[in-house]
Structures are given as C-alpha cells and as structure tokens.
C-alpha cells in the first residue's frame, strides 16, 4: 500500500455496500481501515472509522422500492457494491415474501445512484456478477440486457465499473467511453489451492489442467501456463435441434489432450451453475484414471443444490472444488469438507484504493509477480 498512500486520494472515499454485498462490503471496510491506520494520518484520532455508508431500499407493501443514503456523499468517490445474484435477499409484497432477482438487484443499484443525486464527486460501481452476462450475444431477436444495463448506468453518470471473471469481457466495446474492468482472481484461487491441499505436487508428470470446454480455454490456459504442466481440453457436442432450460442440451464431452492417468488435474470456469457439466467433464477424467480433480468456479451458484456434488464426492468423482465469495455462498455450502472459499475481499479492497488515489490497476490487475512469489514459496518448478 506504500505507493497508493504517497498519493492523495481523487477525492474523500465512501462505500455503499447494497443489502446483497452487506457481508463483502464489512470485509472490505475492515481492510481500508486497517491500511489507513497504519499508513494514514499522523494523528489515530483523525482515521476515520468506516467508509461504509448507512444506506437501505425499503418497500412499499405493493412492492414499490425507493433507495435512501443516510449520509452527505457530495464530493465523495464513491464505491457501489451490489451482488446481483444474491438471491436470499427477500421483499414483502402483498404478504408474501419474494426472493430478489437479478432485475430487483440492478434496480436497487440505480435507485442508490438515484438517491446520491449527483452529489457525488465520482461514482463507481462494483458488480462482480454482471447483470445480464450470461447472456451475451445475439442469434436470433434476443435481447442484450449486459450491455444495455451498462449504456444505462453511464447515462447516470457511472465512470468505473469493476467486474470479476465476466462470460464475455467483450460487452465492454457497449460503453468504449466508460472505464470497464474485468479482473480474474487467479492468485486467490491458487493461494486457497495450496493451502487447502497438503499433499499438492506440481509438475508435468503429476499434474494437469484441463479446460472444461472451448469457452474456458483461455482461463485454463493461464494456469497450465504459469503452473508449467499441460493443458487438456473437452468440447461440448450439443443438440442444436432442442432448447432445454434456455440452451442446447450437451449430447457428449469429447477429450482432447494428452494421458491424465495418475495425474490430479484442475478444472476452472466461470460458473458452476447445476454442477451438471462439470461433473460430467470430472466422471470422463476419471475414467481415464486421473488420480485426482480439483474443480474451480468464479461463482459457485449451484441451482441444482449440492446433493449431487455430495454424491460425486463421496464416489469419488471429485475430490474438492474452490469458489469465490464474490457472490452469495449459502450456509450449507460453506459447511462441506469438500468446498474452499477463495476470499476475494482484500483484492477489491486494494483495487478500491488504487482507483481512490489515481493510481493505475494493471499491477494490481495482473497478478504474475504475486503468482511467481507463490509458486516459489511452494517450491514450484516450471518445466522447460
């Protein structure tokens, strides 16, 4: 933090964390403080003691909604931070208690744009899922609700959005004006592998990374090439004949790549979503007698619940997965020997404090120097 805090800051921080990040928003704040104490003012007395906001969205019994800061933000840089896939976030309306969606979160987000009425010096948003994403291009008349939602919150004067691991990072060229960056958390989730696996060995003869279909290929490619072992690769043959849950059903996985036998091979996407195609990818390494399989995804949603990782772990299928806190983990998720939370909190919080003093993000952004202090740390050899 020595380069950020030789800086002034752009303007006063604050930080409205909505309902749905109120959890991500507290760890956040605590790493700010903790960095402002030890290199901030002179005097202790004079460090603040949050940059958190008091903010809410009541409703109306009709399910109306109206967002409220509870505080000055005028000439503040402030930081939005909204989880739109928080769906545990509930609502009364006409008596009955509705699960938040997507569209009840983005809107959340723009009635607290609303309530700063301009006031603020800058405003910055952080949406780690982005609304509308998994959705993004056009085949038929379909809509494109990501870049939309973009084109909207710049019209309401939004510099900066911050988003983590997006399904197609290209929705930016929607809004080429606004500041728009996509951050992967590759140096969380290694630092949670080590660290959650004793027994880890590295190299090419006992460990391989395999992509589990040609859209996450360049985020396996990543790891296979920072780890310095070989990458394998599965393509989805689908039914384009049938729509089923709002896609092409997946016929089979074709492998291609070399031998995984007796190697642990690590897997990364962007979503596990039911768990369905995962599962299958690590049922197919396992036939082909990988020793172990490590699963990663960005958000770790899992429509489906967990019986049936519960299942495949205890046969054997899989033996840990990894996922962000990024968005919302439930209770019962957090409660299983097979799952690892990667705490992604103190790398917003940075990112947060660079923006904050005008500082450029691309080192915080690119984590190759953390990643090859890691790796040494780990006595991690790159082959060749």
């Known amino acids: 933090m020595t380069n950020i805090n030789t800086r002034p800051c752009i303007a006063p921080l604050a930080v409205v964390a909505l309902e749905s990040a109120r959890n991500m928003g507290k760890k956040i704040d605590k790493h700010l ?3 402002v104490s030890e290199h901030g003012s002179a005097n202790p007395e004079d460090a603040p003691k949050t940059f958190l906001v008091n903010s809410e969205c009541p409703r109306f019994s009709s399910g109306d909604a109206k967002g409220v800061i509870r505080k000055s933000v005028r000439g503040n840089d402030l930081f939005l931070i909204v989880d739109v896939g928080n769906y545990s976030c509930t609502y009364e309306m006409f008596g009955k208690t509705n699960q938040m969606s997507p569209d009840d979160h983005f809107q959340d987000l723009k009635r607290m744009i609303q309530a700063c009425g301009g006031k603020a010096q800058r405003v910055n948003v952080i949406m780690p899922i982005l609304y509308g994403g998994r959705q993004h291009r056009r085949n038929f008349r379909e809509s494109l609700d990501c870049a939309v939602a973009l084109q909207e919150l710049q019209e309401m004067g939004v510099e900066n959005i911050i988003t983590f691991d997006a399904h197609d990072a290209r929705v930016c060229n929607a809004v080429p004006l606004m500041g728009f960056d996509n951050v992967i958390p590759s140096y969380q989730v290694l630092k ?10 590295i190299n090419a003869d ?7 279909d ?14 310095g072992v070989e990458l394998g690769m599965f393509y989805k043959r689908r039914d384009y004949s049938k729509i089923i849950d ?4 997946i016929v089979a996985h074709e492998y291609l790549g070399n031998s995984v036998e007796g190697k642990d091979v690590f897997i990364t996407d962007d979503i596990i979503s039911s768990g369905e195609s995962m599962l299958e990818v690590a049922s197919e390494l396992k036939k082909r007698k990988a ?4 699963a990663y995804a960005t958000y770790p949603i899992f429509t489906g619940g967990l019986s049936v990782f519960d299942q495949a772990h205890k046969d054997g299928l899989i033996d840990h997965v990894f996922g962000t806190n990024l968005t919302y983990l439930t209770p019962e998720l957090l409660t299983r020997d097979w799952f690892h939370e990667v705490d992604v909190s ?5 990112l947060i404090a660079a923006l904050n003093h005008g500082v450029s993000i691309s080192k ?9 202090a890691l790796l040494e740390r780990y006595g991690v050899k790159k082959q060749g």
């Open 33 to 35: 403080i903790e960095w």
């Open 346 to 350: 103190k790398y917003i919080a940075y």
């Open 246 to 249: 709002g896609r092409n059903p």
């Open 192 to 201: 949670t592998l080590f660290k959650s696996v004793d027994d880890l060995k």
């Open 364 to 372: 915080v952004i690119n984590p190759h120097e953390k990643v090859a």
């Open 291 to 294: 020793r172990r399989v490590f």
């Open 214 to 227: 040609e859209g996450a290929l360049h985020r396996n490619m990543y790891y296979a090439s920072v780890l």
């Open 206 to 212: 006992t460990f391989a990374v395999i992509s589990p």
